[in-house]
T-cell receptor, first 113, second 111 residues
């Protein structure tokens, strides 16, 4: 029972570098989400997807891009890393309405220096 | 955007004590969820509430969906050391099942 799997677990980036955070789920969930969690704060929604081929912006999308070519995968791309993107990133998935319970991965801790 | 105010921010209690925390919103939610986050881990779902007034239990945990749909509370009875962590409320509305999270209640349990 893998659930939601995120890679890598840790990463240090230099300012201006790019990277992709990987997320895959094996629960056949339609909905997938990317959140970021800053120290001492709750989670803020970056992007979400309600199915393969469909993505939409969340609360804090600037500086990020996503794609959803398959039901299982929902990668998050940072094109030009900035110190403000230092955070812990969580991917989540859910069946969607009416069952809105989201299941989370273990997170990717990203530091931009 | 929507905001969830969660209180208290932190709690220090003794093992065996009961705990109560709550979450209030400026807007209505259709679903309330309570999550627990351990250090270095992702949030894990504790309880889901789908109906105004609903009271749901999961072992020593009890949560309620407020009648106004703008608040929820979580009670933990007879706390134990493994209850230590950060508890988040989350509200959901809309067709995309997007969650709005509170800022968390950090719980410490002393022996």
């Amino acid at each position: 029972n893998a659930g939601v799997t995120q890679t890598p677990k840790f990463r240090i980036l230099k300012i201006g570098q790019s990277m992709t955070l990987q997320c895959t789920q094996d629960m056949n969930h339609n909905y997938m989400y990317w959140y970021r969690q800053d120290p001492g704060m709750g989670l803020k929604l970056i992007y979400y997807s309600v199915g393969a081929g469909i993505t939409d912006k969340g609360e804090v999308p600037n500086g990020y891009n996503v794609s959803r070519s398959t039901t299982e995968d929902f990668p998050l791309r940072l094109e030009l890393a900035a110190p403000s993107q230092t955070s812990v990133y969580f991917c989540a998935s859910s069946y969607g309405q009416p069952n809105t319970e989201a299941f989370f991965g273990q997170g990717t801790r990203l530091t931009v220096v | 955007g929507q905001q969830l105010n969660q209180s208290p921010q932190s709690m220090f209690i003794q093992e065996g004590e009961d705990v109560s925390m709550n979450c209030t919103s400026s807007s209505i939610f259709n679903t309330w969820l309570w999550y627990k986050q351990d250090p270095g881990e992702g949030p894990v779902l504790l309880i889901a509430l789908y109906k105004a007034g609903e009271l749901t239990s999961n072992g020593r945990l009890t949560a309620q969906f407020g009648i106004t749909r703008k608040d929820s509370f979580l009670n933990i009875s007879a706390s134990i050391p493994s209850d230590v962590g950060i508890y988040f409320c989350a509200g959901c509305t809309g067709t995309a099942s997007k969650l709005t999270f509170g800022t968390g209640t950090r719980l410490q349990v002393t022996l």
